[in-house]
Every structure is written in structure tokens, then in C-alpha cells.
């Protein structure tokens, strides 16, 4: 049963009643004021026909659009004027839940940013086996409380900032998370406020974070155990600004952790010890290209990578090639894990779970080592860009051009396109920017400066583009399947820059 809901008591209140009904409840994403609604549900067409849900709960205007869906209706729709504000006794009505503990309490979509969203089957046990390691692994107390803006419908806050505090009963403070979109430093109040001690934030956060606090803003982060990295390969760059700028506000750090996750396995893989400070490891840049692993000392050919951190218990994993066999040591390449709490496939999509999940293992479509017992993740296999017989990662090309001055931050994207005329692969950077015709044609030229002085490459072509171009998925990461697609179809030439 989808729902979609704005950030609301009645989110929350929506999904458990559903459990307890017996249904099978499913966050799904909350269209925002820029995304036309025509669009936004055109995009769930596909996700909505395999489901052949016979409720959503949602407003009332969303009806129409919804039913107009091709050769989809919908028999009931519960809108938000419909649901009462009821309080349950936990305690009394949560044991009385008939079914087993292997049948599938939910589906997480995950929100992947190469293809459409697959419904993640997990089951109660996985669920509460999933907590109690995790629980665990971060050293949970009681007095524990947690800060969060992040959306329901995502793996990370939908199980450490939803269903850990509802089954430890450690308290929440839930943000909306278009408001923080807008305001960032609102977490940041609300952990001063409320003394939190753990938030849990993607590695974009941070930075945003960082660049949007006003400079003579003061806040008190004396009281936060862990900021946890968690979503996309996580930065040590990233954690060193967020601690150089917080550090006169009581920020300690060994406050700044990471954690490597997935819906998948419900949340957690890995967890650095939150009573150090993760490591960091410096790579001889020529063998990592090559997907080598050789520790070196610091210097200009060195690679900076972050740890995350050593499996949580219960939780296994190795480094398999492209054909899923192990690696040799000191290589990197795909992580494949396997666990006690290993989801039980995607619901509906039978051929995909065969080709993820063989023989109790789960091919993640990560790209990663093991070094001294800790996993480091470089990439993902999808965003691996082979251009000269070097292999480069999409991420790392963008966050050199985030940091280019005109830049929208985190509104680059870097892909490889086969180019017919050299039968070679080619780099194309998409990006987007508020300034005039001729600053975007500046800009492109400087990022390509950029680009070559720092890794030796030559772009194929940078394109500058107004602010909102770049097509985005319905959970709002930027599509790497649509913009290439569009880039190929000759799409993005047609839009000028924002004048």
C-alpha cells in the first residue's frame, strides 16, 4: 500500500496502522512544488502497474491524477482528511500482529539513480535483527536522541530515523525535509535545542550545510555523539570542512562517522567505531586508476579514500571481479555481501533478484576494498568511466567541478559517451548555473581547465545549463540513465543558459 504523504504525524501513523492491519506499506516520495504533478505520476506509472495497489494513501487532489494513469485504477483512495489522530498502546496492540516473523512486513524502494525503483522485500525479522545489530554497532543508549530531516521513503531514514527509535523507543526530533532543502541550518538548531546526540546525513549534506550557514552564525553541537556519513561515497574532504567549520561549536572529532548501507540489508553493512575517528588511507593514484590498492605516503600521486568501517555482526562480505568470482587481495572490486537480515528479494521481479541475489549473496553494484579488516567504497560500478585505458569515477570528476566558482553545488553530473568518429569514450559534463549566455560559456571553459590540469583529461564537451535542467529521479537525485539519454538525443543543446 503506497503512501504519500507530506511530512506530517500522519506519515508516520499511516505506515503502522498498516502493519497492523496486515497490509504491506511502501513509503513513496512526496512531489515537491517544482515537480509538475502530471509528470510525477507519469513516472510512477510503471512502478504503480506492477504494484497493482488497491490503496493509496494520499490527498484528495492527487484522485484524479492518479486514476488517469493508463489501465490503472485505484478502488480506494484514504485521503488525509479521512485519517484520525489516534493514539495506540504500543505494548498491548503490537504483540496481538498475527502473520510470522518471515513474512514481509514492507517494501523500501530504493531510490538508485540508474534505472526504476525496485521494491525492496523485508521481512519483520530481518527488520528487528537489523536493529539490534546496528543497535549494537553504534553503542545505542538510552538517553540517546536522534535529529533528522531525512525523507521516510529512503533506507536511511526510513530504519535508523523511523523504525529504530520506534522499536528502542529512543526519541525523535523529525524535520520536513523540503524545509531543510530550503533552510539547512534548521537541523542544526533543532540539535541545539533538543541536546540530540545522533543525526545521519548523505555526504552531499555536509557540505550543503557547510555552505549555506551564515559565517557569524553560532550553534552548540556539544551535545551530538555522531554526525554518521552515510549515501554516496563518503568524502574524508567532506568530514574535514564540516569539522573545520563546527569546530568552535563544540563539535569533537570523533563526531564525525560513516557508514556504509543499503536497502538491501535492510540499512546497515559496515559502521566505523564511534569512539575514534575513521581512518584514512592515502593510494597510489596510478595503481587505484587501474583498480590497484597500494598504501603510500602523502604526496601529489595520492589517493585519499575513507573507511567505513568494519561489518556489523551478522553481516559478511567480499570483493568479487565482473564475473563474481573473488579477487585477489589489494584489488578493487564489486562488494558482495551477504547477512542475517538479507532482504528476500524485490517484490514482483523475479529476474532481477536472480541476477542480484545468487546463492544467498548479494551483488551490490558497489566497487570497493577490504584493507586491515575495514571496507572502503570507491564508487559504484555503474559510474565508472573508462576513458584512455584509465579508470576514473563520475563522483570524483564532479566534485572537482562543484568546487569550480559558478557551479550550482551538486548540480553536476559527468558521463561517458561512445564517440563514433574516434570509436573511443569520450567525457561530456553537464552543468548547471545561474548566470548569463556568455558567463556559461566562460564557465565551460574554465571547468575544462580544471579538468585537465588536475587529472590530465580533456573533456569531450561541457555544457552549461539554466538552473533545473538536469532531470532528476522522483526521490530527487540526479538521473544518470535520463540525462545521458537526453544528452544523446541532442536535447540538452537546445536549452540555453538562464538568462
Not at 480506494?76 to 505494548?91: C, F, G, H, K, R
Not at 546463492?359 to 577490504?370: E, I, P, Q, R, S
Not at 570528476?397 to 558521463?415: F, H, Q
Request: aromatic content about 8%.
Amino acid at each position: 500500500m503506497p503512501i504519500i504523504l507530506q511530512h506530517s504525524p500522519h506519515l508516520f501513523y499511516s505506515f503502522l496502522g498498516t502493519m497492523l492491519t496486515g497490509a504491506i506499506p511502501t513509503f513513496m516520495p512526496f512531489p515537491s512544488a517544482k515537480q509538475r504533478a502530471d509528470l510525477y505520476w507519469r513516472d510512477h506509472e510503471t512502478l504503480f502497474a506492477r504494484l497493482c495497489p488497491r490503496l493509496i494513501v494520499t490527498y484528495a487532489e492527487n484522485l484524479a491524477a492518479a486514476n488517469a494513469l493508463p489501465g490503472f485504477s485505484i478502488e480506494t483512495l484514504l485521503a488525509d482528511d479521512d485519517l484520525l489522530d489516534v493514539t495506540i498502546d504500543m505494548e498491548d496492540r503490537l504483540p496481538g500482529l498475527t502473520g510470522s516473523p518471515a513474512d514481509v512486513a514492507c517494501l523500501q524502494h530504493s531510490s538508485g539513480t540508474t534505472g526504476l525503483k525496485k521494491g525492496v522485500m523485508l521481512t519483520h525479522m530481518a527488520i528487528l535483527d537489523q536493529l539490534a545489530a546496528y543497535s549494537q554497532a553504534i553503542g545505542l543508549l538510552p538517553s540517546d536522541r536522534i535529529a533528522s530531516w531525512l525523507p521516510l521513503y529512503h533506507d536511511m531514514g526510513f530504519i535508523a530515523c523511523f523504525m529504530m527509535p520506534i522499536v528502542t523507543g529512543t526519541q525523535l526530533v523529525s524535520l520536513d525535509a523540503f524545509e531543510w532543502t530550503l533552510r539547512p541550518s534548521i537541523l542544526l538548531d533543532a540539535i541545539q535545542r533538543y541536546a540530540a546526540t545522533l543525526c545521519w546525513l548523505p555526504n552531499f549534506a555536509f557540505s550543503h550545510i557547510v555552505k549555506t550557514a551564515r559565517p557569524s552564525a553560532k550553534y552548540d553541537l556539544s551535545s551530538m555523539r555522531a554526525f554518521i556519513n552515510c549515501s554516496e561515497p563518503c568524502k574524508p574532504q567532506t568530514l574535514r570542512r564540516f569539522r573545520d567549520r563546527f569546530s568552535e561549536s563544540g563539535l569533537k572529532a570523533a563526531s564525525l562517522q560513516v557508514c556504509y548501507a543499503m536497502a538491501e540489508n535492510v540499512f546497515a553493512v559496515t559502521q566505523t567505531d564511534l569512539n575514534d575517528t575513521p581512518t584514512v588511507i592515502e593510494l597510489d593514484a596510478d595503481m587505484f586508476s587501474h583498480d590497484r590498492v597500494q598504501v603510500t605516503g602523502k604526496g601529489s600521486g595520492a589517493q585519499e579514500v575513507l573507511s567505513c568501517g568494519r561489518l556489523v555482526s551478522g553481516t559478511q562480505g567480499r570483493i568479487c571481479d565482473s564475473q563474481g568470482n573473488a579477487s585477489p587481495p589489494d584489488t578493487v572490486g564489486e562488494i558482495h555481501i551477504t547477512s542475517e537480515f538479507l532482504f528476500s528479494g524485490y517484490y514482483l521481479q523475479p529476474e532481477i533478484t536472480e541476477k542480484k541475489l545468487r546463492n544467498g549473496w548479494y551483488a551490490t553494484g558497489d566497487l570497493g576494498f577490504f584493507h586491515a579488516g575495514e571496507l572502503y567504497v570507491t564508487g559504484r560500478v555503474d559510474d565508472m568511466i573508462v576513458l584512455n585505458g584509465r579508470n576514473y569515477y563520475a563522483h570524483d570528476i564532479e566534485d572537482l567541478v562543484n568546487s569550480v566558482a559558478g557551479v550550482i553545488p551538486g548540480r553536476s553530473i559527468a558521463i561517458g559517451i561512445d564517440d563514433q568518429a574516434s570509436d573511443a569514450t569520450v567525457l561530456v559534463v553537464l552543468v548547471e548555473h545561474r548566470g548569463l549566455p556568455d558567463e556559461g560559456i566562460q564557465l565551460a571553459r574554465s571547468i575544462k581547465g580544471e579538468i585537465l590540469a588536475h587529472l590530465g583529461l580533456a573533456a569531450y564537451s561541457v555544457v552549461a545549463l539554466r538552473s533545473g535542467s538536469l532531470l532528476k529521479t522522483t526521490s530527487g537525485k540526479i538521473s544518470r540513465v535520463k540525462n545521458k539519454d537526453f544528452y544523446l538525443q541532442g536535447a540538452f543543446q537546445s536549452i540555453p543558459v538562464e538568462t
